[in-house]
C-alpha cells in the first residue's frame, strides 16, 4: 500500500495534547515541513520531545512562538533563550535530560521496554522524584521510556511504502523516534519506487512508518531553504 500523502493532508493527524516525538539536532534531521503544516492546524498544548527547540525562527522555534508548546522534553534548550525566559515563569514545562537518557528512553519506548537504570544523573537535580536502586555495590536511576501519540521524522529517501534511508547525521534521533510513535509521519528530500533502495543502507523498515510527504525544503550551503 503507498503511503505517499499531500503535506496538507497530514494536518488531521495532530490533535489537542498530542505528544510528539521531533527527530533532529538543531536543524539537522528536523522535518522543517511537517512542523510547517503544524503551524497550520489549530492544535494546542503539545508536548515536544526533542532534543531541542529548533534555531531561531526556523523548526520548532516557530511551533514554540506560536504558542502551540506546553511542555518540552529534550537535553539541549540553553539556545532557546525564549523557551528558558518562559520556563521560568512557569509559562512552558521543561523536563530536562541528558542527551543519552533521551536517546535510550525512545529507544526502549519504541523496543516495548518500560525503563532502565542508568548512573547518568545520580546526585543531581535531574535525579529528584525519581527511583534509586543499589546495582553491584553502584547507584543507578531510574529512568521511563518515552514514546508518542505522533513521531515527526527526516530522511533523505523513502519509497513508496516507506522504507527510509538516512543522510550522514540526520540519523541522530530519527531512526529511534521511527518506532516509538503511534503515527509515524516521514518528511523526506527524494521519494522512490519500491525495489530503488539498496537495502543495505535502509535504516527504518516500511513497517514502522505509516506516511511519507515529500519535503519542501532544500539544504544551500549551510541554510535550509523552503519553497513556500
Request: hydrophobic fraction near 40%.
Amino acid at each position: 500500500m503507498g503511503k505517499v500523502i499531500e503535506s496538507s493532508e497530514m494536518r488531521k493527524l495532530f490533535k489537542n495534547g498530542d505528544q510528539i516525538l521531533t527527530g533532529g539536532f538543531g536543524l539537522s534531521g528536523t522535518p522543517l515541513t511537517i512542523i510547517d503544516e503544524l503551524l497550520e492546524t489549530e492544535v494546542c498544548d503539545l508536548t515536544i520531545v526533542s532534543n531541542n527547540l529548533g534555531d531561531e525562527g526556523q523548526g520548532l522555534h516557530k511551533l514554540f512562538m506560536q504558542g502551540k508548546i506546553k511542555k518540552a522534553i529534550g537535553s539541549f534548550f540553553s539556545i532557546n533563550k525564549e523557551a528558558v525566559v518562559a520556563w521560568s515563569k512557569g509559562e512552558l514545562e521543561i523536563d530536562l535530560l541528558p542527551q543519552g537518557t533521551l536517546a535510550e528512553a525512545i529507544r526502549c519506548g519504541g523496543a516495548g521496554i518500560g525503563g532502565f537504570y542508568t548512573r547518568t544523573g545520580v546526585g543531581t537535580e535531574l535525579a529528584e522524584g525519581k527511583e534509586e536502586r543499589e546495582i553491584d555495590g553502584e547507584r543507578y536511576i531510574f529512568e521511563k521510556a518515552i514514546k508518542g501519540d505522533v513521531a515527526i521524522v527526516k530522511a533523505a529517501k523513502a519509497d513508496t511504502i516507506g522504507n527510509l534511508v538516512y543522510h550522514t547525521t540526520a540519523r541522530n534521533f530519527n531512526p529511534m523516534m521511527a518506532t516509538a510513535g503511534k503515527i509515524v509521519i516521514a518528511e523526506v528530500d527524494e521519494i522512490v519506487e519500491v525495489g530503488e533502495l539498496d537495502p543495505e543502507y535502509i535504516v527504518t523498515p516500511h513497517a514502522y512508518v505509516d506516511y511519507v510527504i515529500q519535503s519542501a525544503y532544500s539544504k544551500i550551503g549551510s541554510e535550509y531553504v523552503g519553497a513556500k
